[in-house]
């Protein structure tokens, strides 16, 4: 994105790049841009639950079958438009620029063999700091555990947690592997991230810098969609390098996890009512229709 915008607006834009939670953490970013101290930024669901609490509903596990459905799923007009709409009257400032993918499924990764969700009893497992994340570790039999992203190396070393609910590629970059050799690739969520923009700094700009900015943002978006994958490989050669574990389950297997699904969606449900659990589902059913048209056509005739 900084490349896109720079390059098209021959300089008349110059973009700061502050990775690493040089700005503070998710929360922090986030009011930065409400407060105008910060033109873009992005979260988790999670990051910004203080916030916006339904956004939680994107994160309600085993709501997604596929890669491709999440594909078509971040791009829904409905989602984007009522999301968008809804935090600029939540927090009068921060303007929805659009949902990106980038670390893919979160799983179980943890200190021991995990098959069904009966072996995950009594576990501590780390979680991001989101009621509905905790949910679901705490319905599966699992003792959820909120713990900052920068603590949990150490935490893992001192046994404060013995796993985690992650990517292979989140595991990895930050050596993780130290502790952690087991991984269940339930896939309960994908990591969505939503990105923001300052809804007044947006708006003062120039008709065609506003232009570059959102192509700007697409482009970024293209990419992030696509690093996971090209990304992966390498990372799933590592794994196995180091001796990691990996299980698939069955179909049947996969049944033991979805009581989690049920137990969050009434605990959001009761909590915040059903009307963005049903728009996230009416969205999903469309993906899923229009990809089973896609291969139909392919395989027809």
């Known amino acids: 994105m900084k490349s896109y915008i720079e390059r098209v607006s021959r300089g008349r834009v110059v973009v700061e790049h502050y990775p690493g939670a040089q700005l503070g953490h998710f929360r922090q970013s986030v009011e930065q841009v409400q407060l105008g101290s910060l033109e873009l930024t992005f979260t988790t669901g999670g990051g910004i639950s203080n916030l916006f609490p339904p956004i939680q509903a994107f994160d ?3 709501l997604y079958r596929s890669d491709r459905v999440v594909d078509k799923f971040m791009d829904d007009p ?3 438009a009522t ?4 935090l600029l009257e939540a927090t009068k400032t921060v303007r929805l620029m659009g949902i990106s993918g980038d670390h893919g499924w979160r799983s179980f990764i943890t200190n021991r063999d995990v098959k069904v969700a009966s072996d995950l009893e009594g576990l501590k497992v780390r979680t991001i700091e989101s009621p509905i994340s905790m949910e679901l570790a705490r319905a599966l039999g699992a003792n959820p555990t909120p713990i900052p992203w920068q603590e949990l190396y ?8 013995s796993g985690t609910k992650n990517s292979i590629s989140d595991v990895l970059d930050i050596s993780f592997t130290d502790f952690l050799k087991y991984a269940v690739l339930d896939k309960h969520t994908f990591t969505f991230f939503f990105w923001y923009a300052s809804d007044t700094w947006i708006k003062s700009l120039p008709p065609d810098v506003q232009k570059i900015v ?3 943002f697409r482009a970024m978006k293209v990419t992030c969609g696509g690093y996971i994958d090209a990304a992966m490989l390498p990372k799933w050669k590592k794994w196995d390098e180091i001796g990691g574990k990996v299980y ?10 979805l009581p989690g699904q049920k137990a969050v969606a009434d605990w959001f449900t009761a909590k915040y009512g059903d009307r963005y659990y049903k728009m996230i589902q009416e969205a999903v059913k469309r993906a899923e ?9 392919v395989l027809s005739n």
């Open 83 to 86: 999301l968008r709409k809804d």
């Open 154 to 161: 150490t935490s893992l070393g001192t046994g404060i947690v």
């Open 214 to 216: 959102l192509d700007g």
């Open 248 to 257: 698939i389950p069955t179909a049947e297997e996969k049944k033991t996890f």
């Open 289 to 297: 229709t229009v990809i089973d048209a896609e291969d139909k056509a």
């Open 78 to 80: 409905i989602i984007n």
């Open 60 to 62: 309600i596990p085993y």
